[in-house]
């Protein structure tokens, strides 16, 4: 059962940058792809970012295209979210998700019913 924890979250202004973090346990790391997500206020959860298994890349919802950067690191169990010029349309409970032997689709809409291991989220707030 593979665990999943985020951290980096907080009270940032327009402009400014922030780093999310999604630490796994409980799994091979290697076989998960990862994918962000977010939910705003008064809208569904929806997919932001999203790393496939092995090298076959990454994948960002048009929102966020040239704003954020997905990674991971395999060796060290974790991911990130580069988040940088932030918005205030970005504010909202960000969620780190794993699916197991995936490639991220190239369907943003589809990456939620294919995660299979959540984590609690945390709050990025982004205002002035």
């Known amino acids: 059962q593979l665990q999943l924890v985020e951290s980096g979250g907080g009270l940032v202004q327009p402009g400014e940058s922030l780093t999310l973090s999604c630490a796994a346990s409980?799994?091979?790391?290697?076989?998960?792809?990862i994918g962000w997500f977010r939910r705003v206020p008064g809208k569904d959860r929806e997919g932001v970012s999203c790393i496939s298994i092995g090298e076959r890349g990454t994948l960002h919802a048009d929102s966020v295209k040239g704003r954020f950067t997905i990674s991971r690191d395999n060796g060290k169990n974790s991911a990130a979210l580069q988040m940088n010029n932030l918005k205030p349309e970005d504010t909202g409970i960000y969620y780190c998700a794993a699916a197991e032997y995936y490639y991220c689709s190239d369907n943003v809409s589809n990456w939620e019913d294919d995660m299979d291991y959540w984590g609690k989220g945390t709050l990025v707030d982004v205002s002035s």
């Open positions: 409980g799994g091979t790391f290697e076989w998960f792809a």
